[in-house]
């Protein structure tokens, strides 16, 4: 990278298999709560169809406000069958808008726009099998079926709408929670980091749109959300708690692309050599007991129920603190970069100096995916948003590092380079890095 030391930190994206084969050190330490920040919140009105990007939204005891709050299913001899990007790749195409107090209105390329008011009536009530589970949910009529059974060139499909209750699964193991037509948990948290790392492996784009979390994470390390359990949030009186029972297992959705729906190749392949169950268990997991008794799941990211006092409306910016973690942790050490008496335009030229003359001694060198969120950031902070061609996919590291600065989209200058300094220090304390 001409910009930002070249010689040291160029992407070895050509070697990615070789490095994938490579276990990743997973890098802990006990955070302060204002390094933990809310980067994306993803809302998902209709399973398995396009997410609403939002600045702001409402947390409720079943996740995030409208999410998964509708499904199209498949009926069959008078039961319902939730319909997902599994078994209906067309579903990727649909592209809904925030659900009203009307209603929803719903968009496919090519076709009229659908505008569907909430119904109500019992007769209409239907019993929906989603992910081994049932779901109570209200037909919405049969001019949206309709047009749901043309998008997705299907026949005997219907679109639902959430009512009821429905507790999250097996609450004696995993702690209570709601949820709507979800496969099983409120929300799906993961971060930064851990995204970025995985499309440096597995070489895809849109990695977040394939891997559909509904909270995203800045200001840890890769894969760092593994090791908390307990989350808290305040805005004023308001308060919230996100409990994180388990990771999740993730099934074959990922390899969908989220713009075509077309099979992509299996990301999934290249997270098993550091992300399956048979590999997670052989670290010092808090969840050691559940990937030994799932050795052939991969998994990314945390499964989170939320527990909400007074009006909760979460904002992208927001901090997280850490109540409780499943890890015995250290101290957190004073950061090395990051320093209240200096401006952050001096925080960020230092932090640039340590990445282009410094020199890991401990812990080998930052992977591909740390290496490129240092690049994304950097670019993210001279240059604003991304404006240039994306670069062919067989040109692989021009790719690459086209992608990191494009995950940075929208970020500020004063933000993208406070996010630098704060992953430069994640990157001296865990590498040791220090000017030779």
């Known amino acids: 990278m001409p910009e930002n030391g070249s010689a040291r930190l160029r992407v070895a994206v050509g070697v990615a298999a070789a490095v994938g084969a490579v276990a990743v050190v997973v890098w802990w330490r006990q955070r302060k709560s204002s390094a933990l920040r809310i980067s994306k919140l993803c809302v998902y009105p209709i399973k398995s169809c396009k997410a609403i990007n939002v600045k702001r939204v409402k947390l409720t005891s079943e996740g995030l406000e409208h999410d998964r709050e509708y499904v199209v299913v498949k009926v069959v001899d008078g039961f319902a069958t939730a319909r997902t990007i599994r078994n209906c790749h067309e579903l990727v195409k649909i592209t809904p808008e925030m659900p009203t107090a009307e209603g929803i209105k719903v968009h ?125 949030w305040q805005r004023g009186a308001a308060s919230a708690l996100l409990k994180l029972p388990k990771p999740c297992a993730r099934c074959e959705i990922p390899r969908v692309n989220p713009t075509t729906g077309i099979p992509d190749p299996d990301p999934l392949k290249a997270m098993r050599s550091y992300r399956s169950g048979h590999e997670l268990e052989k670290t010092e997991s808090p969840h050691r007991a559940h990937y030994e008794s799932h050795k052939s799941s991969i998994f990314f990211g945390q499964n989170a129920n939320a527990t909400v006092s007074g009006e909760a409306v979460l904002h992208v910016g927001d901090s997280f603190t850490i109540e409780a973690q499943t890890m015995k942790t250290a101290p957190t050490p004073k950061p090395v970069v990051a320093n209240a008496d200096q401006d952050l335009e001096r925080q960020f030229q230092k932090a640039v100096d340590l990445i282009k003359n410094g020199k890991p001694s401990q812990n ?73």
């Open 364 to 436: 080998g060198e930052p992977s591909n995916g740390e290496k490129l969120r240092v690049y994304g950031l950097y670019k993210q902070a001279l240059q604003g948003d991304n404006k240039q061609a994306q670069p062919w996919q067989v040109q692989l590291e021009a790719n690459a590092k086209w992608t990191a600065w494009e995950g940075f989209k929208g970020k500020s200058k004063e933000d993208a380079m406070r996010a630098y300094v704060e992953t430069v220090d994640a990157q001296i304390r865990k590498y040791g890095i220090d000017v030779v």
């Open 108 to 232: 496919k390329k090519g076709m009229k726009t659908l505008v569907v008011p909430i119904l109500h009536g019992p007769h209409f009530k239907l019993g929906c099998d989603v992910w081994d589970d049932i779901a109570d949910g209200m037909d919405q009529g049969d001019e949206a079926a309709a047009w749901f059974c043309e998008a997705l060139q299907e026949t005997d499909v219907r679109f639902v709408r959430f009512t009821g209750c429905r507790p999250t699964p097996q609450p004696e193991k995993f702690g209570e929670g709601l949820t709507k037509f979800s496969d099983g948990f409120g929300m799906l948290l993961t971060s930064e980091a851990s995204l970025m790392e995985l499309g440096c492996r597995c070489g895809l784009d849109q990695i977040q749109q394939r891997m559909r979390p509904n909270i995203v994470i800045d200001g840890c390390g890769v894969h760092e959300e593994d090791n908390w359990s307990l989350l808290s």
